[in-house]
């Protein structure tokens, strides 16, 4: 089962957030891109401020199989991330859970600033570190979001943005596929 892969997608041009509020959240600063909902697995829009300062980002994000956009955010490092798992609460939505699940790799990330290597790690089924590797044509890639035990040592520069949408199964299992063999030298299964 696939739990890393970088995606052969055009790179995601530099954003602007400059301004927009900051909480703080786990390991990261964090800036929700989307809008606030009653519960984090519902539906949501893009900001309209972030639409304003990153016109081109709405016409990027067509490269993404999203069905349904429930959160974009950037977490901002600002020390080691400890072994965690992406989606943890599935009985907040078991719907979305099911549908992730039966797609993984699902859980979509672009690095926006920080090291494209040697940062970020998988944890194997034996408790090893596997560290994984962005290859320079794309600063995007996805993990396994309902399985893949995943943290990062200290990269303080570290920007991600991270998305969590329902797939559009064909569309996602196409950019899967072709993404696996354009960057087979890189997929990380377990």
């Given at each position: 089962?696939?739990?890393?892969?970088?995606?052969?997608i055009p790179r995601l041009p530099p954003i602007k957030y400059d301004g927009m509020k900051t909480s703080h959240y786990a390991w990261w600063n964090m800036i929700k891109i989307t809008e606030e909902t009653e519960n984090r697995y519902d539906d949501s829009v893009i900001k309209p401020e972030f639409l304003e300062m990153n016109p081109h980002f709405k016409q990027w994000l067509k490269y993404l199989p999203i069905k349904?956009?429930?959160?974009?955010?950037?977490?901002?490092?600002?020390?080691?991330?400890?072994?965690?798992?992406?989606?943890?609460?599935?009985?907040?939505n078991l719907d979305l859970y099911r549908v992730t699940r039966t797609n993984e790799p699902c859980g979509y990330r672009v690095v926006i600033n920080g090291s494209n290597k040697n940062c970020m790690y998988i944890i194997d089924?034996?408790?090893?570190k596997i560290y994984t590797e962005l290859p320079p044509e794309t600063n995007t890639y996805a993990i396994n979001h309902t399985q893949c035990i995943h943290g990062t040592t200290d990269d303080i520069d570290r920007c991600i943005m991270?998305?969590?949408?329902?797939?559009?199964?064909?569309?996602?299992?196409?950019?899967i596929n072709q993404s696996a063999l354009v960057f087979k030298n890189y997929v990380i299964s377990i």
């Open positions: 089962m696939i739990h890393y892969l970088p995606i052969n349904r956009l429930i959160n974009i955010k950037l977490h901002m490092q600002d020390r080691k991330a400890d072994p965690h798992i992406d989606f943890n609460k599935p009985n907040e089924n034996n408790g090893n991270f998305f969590q949408f329902e797939v559009d199964s064909q569309k996602h299992t196409q950019l």
